[in-house]
């Protein structure tokens, strides 16, 4: 399926928003959607995660880090609805265009 993929940020630092398209298979999360999109474009969609007990954890996007101290964090969104899984859902990645943005 062709997935539509936005990050962006209007918060702190250097504000940006890039848009791209990618194609991955049925089924596929928002993760596998960020790692195709960062393999196709990595000075753009670039991220960083870390495990935890729950899974893959998002840190960083296109070089800009999550803060605990400035209470930023990176959120997740399908067709404007903020996604309960983070980067592991949802399993169909296809229903919206994830648009991922710094809160």
Not at 3 to 19: A, D, E, M, R, W
Not at 67 to 95: C, H, I, K, M, V
């Amino acid at each position: 399926i062709q997935v539509h993929y936005s990050i962006t940020n209007t918060l702190q630092g250097k504000h940006f928003h890039y848009s791209t398209s990618v194609t991955v298979p049925s089924g596929s999360t928002l993760l596998q959607v960020m790692e195709v999109a960062a393999e196709e474009d990595p000075q753009t969609f670039s991220f960083q995660t870390e495990q935890t007990s729950w899974g893959a954890y998002v840190t960083s996007i296109h070089g800009l880090a999550a803060s605990t101290e400035d209470r930023t964090y990176w959120q997740f969104l399908s067709a404007g609805n903020a996604l309960e899984e983070g980067g592991r859902g949802p399993r169909d990645a296809g229903g919206g265009e994830p648009v991922v943005g710094v809160s």
